[in-house]
């Protein structure tokens, strides 16, 4: 069965770095595209980056340009968010999704949809 499984969170202050992981298993890992989401408490879910099937391509929310990486390794079936210069503001559970569909990155994840999740992990940024 497939296991889409987030790790890395944590209590950093703000200006710190933290660094995301989301390996997915029991799928083709190289014919999905990848994305990351995130939610803080009283807001709705966001998208925050997405990653083409070939791990060439990204796309990034606009609030997190220029501070966020994200990586797509398919011989180790993991997705990666380096996150830098972090803010107060990017506290939230942060999720990864799979997503199938040709374009995923331009239509699903626009519309928060995905093929399979994780279960997220907690990202705290103090001030």
């Known amino acids: 069965r497939v296991q889409v499984v987030e790790s890395g969170g944590g209590l950093v202050q703000a200006g710190g770095s933290l660094r995301l992981s989301c390996t997915a298993s029991?799928?083709?890992?190289?014919?999905?595209?990848m994305g990351w989401f995130r939610q803080a408490p009283g807001k709705q879910r966001e998208g925050v980056s997405c990653?083409?099937?070939?791990?060439?391509?990204?796309i990034y929310a606009d609030s997190v340009k220029g501070r966020f990486t994200s990586a797509k390794d398919n011989a180790k079936k993991t997705l990666y968010l380096e996150m830098n210069s972090l803010k107060p503001e990017d506290t939230a559970m942060y999720y990864c999704?799979?997503?199938?569909?040709?374009?995923?990155?331009?239509?699903?994840?626009?519309?928060?949809?995905?093929?399979?999740w994780g279960q997220g992990t907690q990202v705290t940024v103090s001030s």
């Open positions: 999704a799979a997503g199938a569909i040709w374009g995923y990155c331009s239509t699903s994840w626009t519309s928060l949809q995905g093929d399979y």
């Open positions: 990653t083409s099937r070939s791990g060439r391509g990204t």
């Open positions: 029991g799928l083709p890992f190289d014919d999905y595209s």
